[in-house]
């Protein structure tokens, strides 16, 4: 997500007017697809902004309608998550600024530290069990409290949480897309796919206990393969045995987990090519199975794999087959 310079100057002066106090630029990170973000200080307390969707904004023919739909969103599942009972940052400011020649959708709030998936691999690094079970613990819990709410979803990587210095209690950060039913659409992701199957698809990822469970896992997978026995201790201890047991048990990745056991790596490859593009977790999984803790590869093999509904739709399932080849290649 590129930054455009020519807009600091006015996404300053209205930071300073809100925060009441010049503003120190202390980080800025234009890696994520939905947005580009920066720590900030203002008056000796860090906040975090995010400009999102510049892109999609600046191209639309009614900027203001669409920043403001974004920033309506935003702010209802902002509101939804609270009342569900979901830890946000105590501050939480969103608005739609104009910001040189194009409007905004901002968001501010407390900048509440590094994300989970950081604190995790560094916890995994220095063996700090009890930190590591209360955190996933946690990020499980209140996942529950999400899908327990009628029309409300979420996405549970440990990169959309953080803790504060000295609490074990994980905030959740990542508010775009949102996760929340409104009307009878679930939102799933932006722009809203027009498919309808593929909203339903999205619809049980991140809606359903079947769906978040299976993100979070892998997505811990992927910060180190040693986190697997004490995500199905907590996951367990949350949604129950049974629930856990039905998720996990039947998945293909058991099918070729036990080809791969038995030596039948060309059994292993053919599962994996039958695979289609509506199995992005299952190859995900897969992956995990067969490039257990190595980084480099997993990174691309989920980039390939990233449902981004920016992406157009053949773009989308080339990639798949893409990382199809690729993981066949490394089994």
């Known amino acids: 997500m590129k930054i455009n310079p020519n807009e600091f100057g006015a996404l300053d002066a209205y930071l300073k007017e809100l925060l009441g106090g010049d503003i120190r630029w ?27 969707e510049p892109r999609a904004i600046g191209a639309a023919l009614n ?7 974004i920033a309506n969103r935003i702010t209802e599942y902002l509101l939804r998550l609270k009342l569900a009972g979901v830890i946000t940052p105590e501050y939480h400011d969103v608005a739609v600024v104009e910001l040189a020649d194009r409007s905004a959708v901002v968001v501010v709030a407390d ?9 995790l691999r560094e916890s995994v690094r220095l ?6 079970k209360a955190l996933i613990t946690g990020i499980l819990a209140k996942s529950l409290a999400a899908l327990s709410c009628d029309g409300l979803g979420i996405d549970p990587p440990a990169s959309n949480w953080t803790m504060r210095p000295g609490s074990l209690d994980p905030i959740y950060v990542d508010l775009w897309p949102v996760q929340y039913r409104d009307g009878q659409t679930h939102l799933v992701g932006f722009p809203q ?3 309808p199957a593929l909203v339903e698809y999205s619809r049980k990822r991140y809606y359903t206990v079947t769906g978040v469970l299976r993100i979070a896992r892998f997505h811990l997978l992927r910060i180190s393969a040693t986190l697997e026995p004490i995500f199905f201790e907590c996951a367990t201890d949350i949604f129950g045995g049974e629930t856990v047991e039905a998720v996990f048990s039947e998945l293909p990745e058991v099918k070729v987990r036990n080809h791969l056991v038995a030596g039948h790596i060309h059994q292993a490859r053919a599962s994996i090519m039958e695979l289609d593009r509506w199995h992005v977790d299952d190859l995900r999984e897969i992956a995990l199975r067969i490039i257990p803790d190595q980084p480099d590869d997993l990174h691309r093999l989920f980039k390939l794999t990233q449902m981004d509904f920016q992406i157009p739709d053949q773009e989308r399932a080339t990639r798949f087959e893409q990382a199809k080849n690729e993981l066949v290649a490394l089994t």
Not at 28 to 51: M, Q, T
Not at 111 to 119: F, K
């Open 111 to 119: 900048d509440c530290g590094s994300d989970l998936a950081l604190v």
């Open 193 to 195: 796919p027009d498919d």
């Open 26 to 52: 202390r980080l800025i990170n234009d890696s994520y697809s939905h947005c580009w973000a920066a720590s900030i200080e203002c008056l000796g307390r860090r906040f975090f902004v995010k400009n999102v």
């Open 63 to 69: 900027q203001t309608a669409l920043a403001t739909m």
């Open 127 to 132: 063996n700090l069990d009890r930190q590591i």
